[in-house]
């Protein structure tokens, strides 16, 4: 089981921080990260990171504005968002695989409940 938190409102230039932590059958996924959808487009990968090796990939829209981290002692994955644009609004969601490498192909083992993020502008 994925469960994130930490979405809210923010005016753009803001900063939010998403959470997530594992549990379950989750525990033992060596890679998670991030994707989010907004209203009307499909899901888009966002970050990953793998806990192995820390290697993290981005897509490019978010790179040098989101960071994405983890603490293995707590089996979570954080998503620390800056300067961000209205175009960021989403629902933003958790998900677990076997690295970030296939995360960002789009190889996921679990899903979590989105939280929503609203950028204004």
């Known amino acids: 089981q994925l469960q994130a938190s930490g979405g809210g409102l923010v005016q753009a230039g803001g900063s939010l921080r998403l959470s997530c932590a594992a549990s379950?059958?989750?525990?033992?996924?060596?890679?998670m990260g991030w994707f989010r959808q907004a209203p009307g487009k499909e899901r888009e990968f966002v970050a990953a990171?793998?806990?192995?090796?820390?290697?993290?990939y981005y897509t490019d829209s978010v790179k040098g504005r989101f960071t994405i981290s983890r603490d293995n002692s707590k089996n979570a994955v954080y998503l620390q968002m800056n300067s961000l644009k209205p175009e960021d609004t989403a629902v933003y969601y958790c998900?677990?695989?076997?690295?970030?490498?296939?995360?960002?192909?789009?190889?996921?083992?679990?899903w979590g409940k989105g939280t929503q993020v609203t950028v204004s502008s």
């Open positions: 998900a677990a695989g076997t690295t970030a490498w296939a995360l960002r192909g789009y190889s996921i083992n679990y």
């Open positions: 379950g059958r989750t525990f033992s996924s060596n890679g």
């Open positions: 990171i793998t806990r192995s090796d820390d290697n993290i």
